[in-house]
């Protein structure tokens, strides 16, 4: 219970710009499979440190993993 009140305010902190409701939607995703999303995190650090811009690393790396992104969002 903690766990998943402490994951959500992360979510909260970090995707505030993003409506309520999809909010939710990636609390349960990372719930659901955290290691996808731990891999997903170390693979952005290793764009980064080629030189990208963190935006450009995330959408590279998120197009990548597109299919499994929308099955977890879904």
Sequence with gaps: MIKQFLLKQLVKRK?????PHMQEKFA????????FFTMLSKEIDAEMKRG???MAASIAVMKKHQKRLQELLS
């Design 52 to 54: 990208k811009p963190q």
């Design 15 to 19: 995707m505030g710009a993003l409506p």
């Design 28 to 35: 349960r995703a990372i719930e659901e499979d955290p290691e």
